[in-house]
């Protein structure tokens, strides 16, 4: 039906900058909220932050303004671009998307993950 790749993942010395893309493909009619998560082994996964499609944005509180989420919907992506990383960003980010595969059926997805390494 609809895949979610993610990618730009990497190992990333701290204060450097990432910039992860996710890219929507397969049948479907559009795409609706688009957002990033993260998760470290153990704890539960958490959200980094996500944009509607008429782009009001919602980041998590401990990003301080680092992150920017942002979007194409010509090319069905949404991009997270990270900045002044620290150890803690260390994490799987992991894209999501609620995706309209009909005007009246809508579902959500996720991807398989792209890990983000912040290390000296």
């Known amino acids: 039906q609809v895949q979610l790749v993610e990618s730009g993942g990497d190992l990333v010395q701290p204060g450097g900058s990432l910039r992860l893309a996710c890219v929507a493909s397969?049948?479907?009619?559009?795409?609706?909220?688009m957002a990033w998560y993260r998760q470290v082994p153990g704890k539960q996964r958490e959200l980094v932050a996500s944009?509607?499609?008429?782009?009001?944005?919602t980041y998590a509180d401990s990003l301080k303004g680092r992150f920017t989420i942002s979007r194409d919907d010509s090319q069905n992506t949404v991009t997270l671009q990270m900045n002044s990383l620290e150890p803690e960003d260390t994490a799987v980010y992991y894209c999501?998307?609620?995706?309209?595969?009909?005007?009246?059926?809508?579902?959500?997805?996720w991807g398989q993950g792209t890990q983000v390494d912040v290390s000296s």
């Open positions: 944009l509607t499609r008429g782009n009001t944005p």
């Open positions: 999501n998307a609620d995706v309209w595969l009909t005007r009246s059926t809508l579902k959500n997805f």
């Open positions: 397969g049948r479907f009619f559009m795409t609706s909220t």
